[in-house]
């Protein structure tokens, strides 16, 4: 696992195999960005080679220079920043996780890394060891086949490198405490990424399951996990997800994870989907449909990553995650369109479309949730295509019951490197959830169909709770090359959000 560790230390006089540093872009190409710590020949060897490379300094560009004069390090990369001059020493956090990000990813297989980019205060080194950490990940695909293709050269799949944040505003409380926090958040957001890149045939309702139970025992907190199989779930009356899971061979769980500090300052709810494959069930998608669709649990990865993250920050409020596991399969046994079923809280629903199961699962979780009256509930899903055309693939949308809420998830987003945005959920839209045959039906038709979906969940949040809703189905799941601190396959979306919710739940 990558290692974060801080030094004010002359970034030149480091010994490791990587220097990076920034560059920005001017009128006249790139130039070295503050901060750097570099002696003048140094900077002027630099200074010729991105000349001569016709480098821009832009986000997302990386050169690699060896053998640079007056440095320790093997090679230096300089990562673009953006707009700015050779004095610039402010930037914002996005530009740095993601330079960071870059840097890291070129050069993963190195042992030691050392970073030197701009970081006046602590915010800044926060955000520098954050894409750092994140550029860091490598998913290994060797490790569902047993070790039976070995790898040569460079660092282990997951080992990833020594990473030493230069910090230009000293090693204070803060900085040390922003760097240590950094390494827990992206060591949760990696599992988290892990599991959503997980083939579908090994990671099933009760493997995955069995993965949040060995993780948790392994975490130096105590965090307790406990699960409803598909009997429980029956006696229980969790129609929703029992109808969901009923078409596979492999049976749905609901797992509850828990971290209950003493003196906890409140508690809190996060729910979250987890189909680990969506075929569509009888309302079968197409095939290209289905590429992504292990990804379909990438909400419970989150819950479960956050759970994890909260207890090993020793966040003093209580936290506990419902993870709704199911498979969407269209077996002899599977749901049809036109059957009613029964929630946990006595809610008959009519099924309209088995494609649209998620709102299923969410929905008996939030009840279950519900029953503990929590501080508030916060439920996150790979929930409907219509957020990706509305919000397209890097923006997930924020709903809820409570206007204040809503803006602190989307803050808490914002300060996390994961953008959001609110919508709103109109009243007139409830009517379109109308059915003769049940309480409501659980799918309205096209248009609104991100914000109907939130609808249908927020009729079973307990009454008086504050609820909000994350449909991520755009970006938990990156199809395209990686870009900045952004891994292709599953992103780990939602954990930062998820943290800062709780972490400023407990007033931090």
């Known amino acids: 696992m990558t290692a974060l560790s801080v030094s004010t230390k002359t970034a030149s006089d480091l010994p490791v195999d990587t220097l990076v540093v920034g560059s920005v872009r001017t009128d006249d190409g790139a130039a070295l960005a503050a901060g750097h710590g570099l002696p003048r020949k140094a900077v002027v060897h630099l200074q010729a080679v991105l000349a001569d490379l016709e480098a821009t300094g832009a986000p997302g560009e990386a050169h690699r220079v060896v053998a640079v004069p007056g440095v320790k390090a093997t090679s230096v990369v300089v990562a673009g920043l953006g707009d700015g001059t050779a004095r610039t020493t402010s930037f914002g956090a996005d530009a740095l996780r993601d330079a960071a990000g870059h840097a890291l990813r070129s050069v993963r297989g190195k042992k030691t890394v050392a970073v030197a980019l701009p970081t006046p205060d602590a915010e800044s080194v926060a955000a520098v060891a954050d894409g750092a950490f994140a550029g860091c990940?490598?998913?290994?695909?060797?490790?569902?086949?047993?070790?039976?293709?070995?790898?040569?050269?460079?660092?282990?799949?997951?080992?990833?490198?020594?990473?030493?944040?230069?910090?230009?505003?000293?090693?204070?409380?803060?900085?040390?405490?922003?760097?240590?926090?950094?390494?827990?958040?992206?060591?949760?957001?990696?599992?988290?990424?892990?599991?959503?890149?997980?083939?579908?045939?090994?990671?099933?309702?009760?493997?995955?399951?069995?993965?949040?139970?060995?993780?948790?025992?392994?975490s130096s907190a105590k965090i307790s996990v406990s699960v409803l199989d598909e009997k429980a779930l029956a006696k229980g009356g969790f129609g929703g997800i029992v109808g969901v899971g009923q078409g596979s061979a492999n049976p749905p769980r609901i797992v509850t994870m828990s971290w209950s500090p003493s003196g906890a300052k409140g508690s809190v709810a996060l729910v979250g989907k987890g189909i680990t494959f969506d075929s569509g069930g009888l309302n079968i998608k197409p095939s290209t449909g289905m590429v992504t669709m292990k990804s379909d649990m990438a909400g419970s990865a989150a819950v479960a990553a956050t759970v994890l993250a909260a207890a090993e920050l020793g966040l003093p409020v209580a936290v506990t995650g419902y993870l709704c596991l199911a498979e969407n399969m269209p077996g002899g046994g599977a749901q049809r369109p036109s059957d009613v079923v029964v929630m946990r809280d006595g809610t008959s629903v009519e099924i309209l479309d088995t494609d649209a199961e998620g709102r299923m699962v969410l929905g008996d979780g939030i009840c279950l949730a519900s029953e503990k009256k929590p501080d508030w509930i916060v439920d996150i899903a790979t929930l409907t295509g219509a957020q990706v055309v509305a919000l397209g693939e890097e923006v997930a949308g924020v709903?809820?019951?409570?206007?204040?809420?809503?803006?602190?998830?989307?803050?808490?987003?914002?300060?996390?490197?994961?953008?959001?945005?609110?919508?709103?959920?109109?009243?007139?839209?409830?009517?379109?959830?109308?059915?003769?045959?049940?309480?409501?039906?659980?799918?309205?038709?096209?248009?609104?169909?991100?914000?109907?979906?939130?609808?249908?969940?927020?009729?079973?949040?307990?009454?008086?709770?504050?609820?909000?809703?994350?449909?991520?189905?755009?970006?938990?799941?990156?199809?395209?090359?990686?870009?900045?601190?952004?891994?292709?396959?599953?992103?780990?979306?939602?954990?930062?959000?998820?943290?800062?919710?709780?972490?400023?739940?407990?007033?931090?």
């Open 137 to 218: 990940y490598l998913y290994d695909k060797a490790a569902p086949l047993a070790g039976r293709r070995a790898r040569k050269g460079g660092t282990a799949p997951g080992a990833g490198p020594k990473v030493t944040v230069v910090s230009g505003a000293g090693q204070g409380k803060a900085v040390r405490e922003a760097v240590s926090r950094a390494g827990v958040v992206g060591a949760a957001r990696d599992w988290a990424r892990d599991l959503v890149n997980t083939p579908p045939n090994l990671l099933y309702p009760q493997s995955f399951a069995d993965a949040v139970k060995k993780r948790a025992s392994a």
């Open 399 to 508: 709903m809820g019951n409570d206007e204040d809420f809503r803006a602190r998830v989307v803050a808490a987003g914002a300060a996390s490197g994961e953008d959001s945005w609110a919508m709103p959920l109109p009243a007139a839209l409830r009517a379109k959830l109308d059915t003769p045959t049940a309480d409501i039906a659980h799918k309205g038709d096209r248009d609104g169909g991100m914000l109907t979906a939130a609808i249908f969940l927020g009729e079973f949040v307990g009454e008086g709770i504050p609820w909000a809703h994350i449909d991520i189905a755009g970006p938990s799941f990156n199809t395209k090359a990686a870009r900045g601190r952004v891994p292709k396959g599953g992103t780990g979306y939602g954990v930062g959000t998820l943290v800062g919710l709780v972490e400023q739940h407990a007033g931090r």
